[in-house]
């Protein structure tokens, strides 16, 4: 087996064509799964439920924009099979390219934010339904603790900020921890999605004035 290449520490997204590619939902999918370990078109393909034809276009794609890499190749029935991996061992986009205060950086940012969501949403009622047919097939039932909660606060900017710095230090921890090279019994793969933000209301009554 060849050696795997050394993956860069960060990947920062500079430009909106590679934004565009890195924010679509099934490419967040396969950036997920390419992070746990290499793998190729159709392993990813099978854990996502999902024909190895739909994807082959994708994986070109990410690659093209330097967010997967080839690291390994072999014959398999006279056809050349290709393993792939995340270039990055982590990913970040340049904050010029979400700069809130231009028509352009709204509508990418409204567009990361619902792709984001909606790749979630996909990954939970993916696990929920591979769950179930495991169960339906005799799987043994291992209750564990799924954490959903929508809560809102009125703070000072500063207090928020320092939150935030929590919930980075928290991310961080987690991205950090070391995967289980076991994949038997009681070794499993957990997700994190966070979204804190500001949450803002329409005022009906400053509306008025102003249209006044």
Not at 3 to 12: A, E
Not at 27 to 43: A, G, S
Not at 113 to 135: Q, Y
Request: with cysteine; aromatic share 8%; proline share 3%.
């Amino acid at each position: 087996m060849n050696k795997l290449p050394q993956r860069m520490p960060l990947f920062v997204v500079k430009d909106l064509e590679t934004l565009k590619i890195l924010t679509e939902p099934l490419h967040l999918q396969i950036l997920e799964m390419l992070d746990l370990e290499p793998q190729t078109v159709k392993q990813v393909a099978d854990k996502l439920g999902l024909s190895s034809n739909r994807l082959y276009y994708h994986f070109k794609m990410l690659e093209e924009h330097g967010l997967i890499q080839v690291v390994q190749t072999r014959l398999v029935n006279n056809m050349l099979e290709k393993t792939y991996w995340g270039t990055a061992e982590d990913i970040d986009i340049d904050k010029e390219l979400i700069n809130f205060s231009t028509e352009s950086s709204q509508e990418t940012l409204f567009k990361i934010v619902s792709n984001s969501i909606e790749t979630t949403h996909a990954d939970i009622m993916r696990s929920l339904e591979a769950r179930k047919f495991k169960l339906d097939q005799g799987a043994k039932t291992v209750p564990r603790d799924l954490v959903i909660t929508h809560t809102k606060k009125r703070l000072s900017d500063e207090t928020y900020q320092q939150f935030v710095n929590r919930i980075r230090a928290i991310l961080k921890e987690f991205s950090e921890l070391q995967d289980e090279e076991d994949s038997g019994e009681g070794v499993n793969v957990f997700s994190i999605a966070c979204y804190l933000y500001p949450s803002y209301y329409y005022n009906d009554e400053q509306e008025e004035e102003n249209e006044g």
